[in-house]
């Protein structure tokens, strides 16, 4: 790794600092969830002071690039790719990438469908849909934000649910089969601030999906807030070139 800063610069040492560390980190020296180097190590290994070493820290736990740890040190934040062209749930995918997903459930329970849920489940009005909305984490730490709504005759007894909403309907037989999604990004209210630990009207990547089972109706409607500074959004490309 590159350790050689230039005192004569007129870009102040942390800001310089700040970039061989951001380098180091994209080119993974250190993995995800891995402590970084003591504080006096690293401030030997780059010839700056401590204190210059934890302006360039700051800035990069900022951007939500590592933790700091009172006590413990500093780590490499977690950053995940979800490929769009796999239909998972969260539990699955977290599993498959060797992270251990929690759930603290906000709401779960038999409603009457709002207007956007009747539009898009393709209801009667006054109908009931089966909420389920909770905060999604992985090794602890909160991911995002998920309230989903399916048809109260797919799943009448939500409180059944208890981790994997995708199990748990592919036991009843209702495992979806296709989705689309809609992506973009949202300021984060005073609610997903709070529940995801970050500052209101940071930007977050709000998702809709749409699930069907194979007779074509739809299964779920789910809308929710990922942590952009956590989560990467994939999709693969190919040519249709001959």
Do not use: C
């Not at 700091?68 to 990438?97: C, I, K, N, W």
């Not at 603290?104 to 909305?133: C, I, N, Y």
């Not at 991911?143 to 981790?163: I, T, Y």
């Not at 074509?216 to 693969?236: I, P, Q």
């Amino acid at each position: 790794m590159e350790t050689k800063l230039d005192p004569h610069s007129a870009t102040p040492l942390y800001l310089q600092l700040e970039a061989l560390l951001r380098e180091a980190l994209a080119s993974n020296t250190w993995k995800a969830g891995e402590a970084l180097p003591p504080e006096r190590a690293l401030a030997e290994q780059f010839g700056v002071s401590r204190l210059t070493l934890r302006k360039a820290l700051e800035r990069l736990e900022a951007q939500g690039l590592v933790q700091r740890r009172q006590g413990s040190g500093t780590y490499v934040a977690p950053r995940l790719e979800q490929p769009l062209s796999t239909l998972t749930g969260f539990s699955e995918d977290m599993r498959a990438r060797g992270l251990e997903p929690t759930a603290r459930w906000l709401k779960r329970g038999l409603f009457t469908a709002s207007p956007e849920e009747v539009l898009a489940l393709s209801l009667s009005p006054g109908e009931k849909v089966a909420r389920l909305e909770r905060v999604r984490s992985a090794q602890g730490e909160p991911m995002a934000v998920e309230r989903a709504a399916l048809p109260a005759h797919l799943l009448p007894h939500p409180e059944q649910v208890k981790e994997s909403l995708y199990a748990y309907l592919e036991s009843k037989g209702l495992r979806p089969v296709r989705a689309l999604q809609r992506l973009r990004s949202v300021a984060a209210s005073r609610q997903e601030a709070e529940l995801l630990g970050l500052r209101v009207g940071e930007p977050v990547l709000y998702i809709e999906r749409l699930s069907y089972l194979a007779d074509g109706s739809v299964l779920e409607f789910t809308r929710s807030h990922y942590r952009g500074d956590r989560y990467d959004f994939v999709a693969e490309l190919r040519s249709n070139a001959g």
